[in-house]
């Protein structure tokens, strides 16, 4: 059910517009995406990816991508992690593949 939060995700009514995967002006990603759209997964080991990490998974250099744990955090805007242990792209999310 889609209450408004920004945890209900899409309505069927809802449309795609440019800042659905962009942010203006400027993102931590390539190609101002809101996410990162050069990795399969977004979060990893159930943490941020990240040179840094404890994980021996999530600091594999596929998802690290050469960012530190904290440039990753900053780039999601220092969101504490609310996805699932291995959250695949969220292009996902509207396509209903996950
Ligand atoms: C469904 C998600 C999505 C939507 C909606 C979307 N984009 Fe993108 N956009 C991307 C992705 C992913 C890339 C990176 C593509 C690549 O890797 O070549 C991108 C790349 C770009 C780039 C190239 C940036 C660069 O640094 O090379 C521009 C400019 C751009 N988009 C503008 C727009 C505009 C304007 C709109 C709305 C009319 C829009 N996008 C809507 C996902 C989206
Ligand atoms: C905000 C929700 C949303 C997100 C995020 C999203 N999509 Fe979509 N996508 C849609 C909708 C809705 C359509 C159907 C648009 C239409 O039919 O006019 C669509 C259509 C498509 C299509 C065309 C499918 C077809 O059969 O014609 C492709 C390909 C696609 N999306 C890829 C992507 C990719 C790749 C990403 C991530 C970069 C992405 N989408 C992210 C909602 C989304």
């Known amino acids: ?4 939060s920004k945890a ?3 309505a069927t009514s809802d449309r795609v517009m440019c800042l659905s995967c962009h942010r203006a ?13 050069d990795g399969e997964l977004i979060a990893v ?3 941020w990816p990240g040179t840094d990490s404890p994980s021996s998974v999530a600091s ?3 998802y690290a991508q ?11 805007n220092g969101a504490t992690m609310h996805y699932a242990s ?3 792209s969220l292009c996902n999310k509207c396509h209903a593949k996950d």
């Open 1 to 4: 059910m889609n209450d408004g």
């Open 8 to 10: 209900a995700g899409p």
């Open 25 to 37: 002006h400027a993102t931590g990603w390539p190609h101002m995406t809101r996410w990162n759209n």
């Open 45 to 47: 080991d159930g943490v």
């Open 60 to 62: 594999q250099a596929k």
């Open 66 to 76: 050469g960012r530190t744990v904290t440039e990753t955090t900053v780039a999601y």
């Open 86 to 88: 291995y959250q695949r």
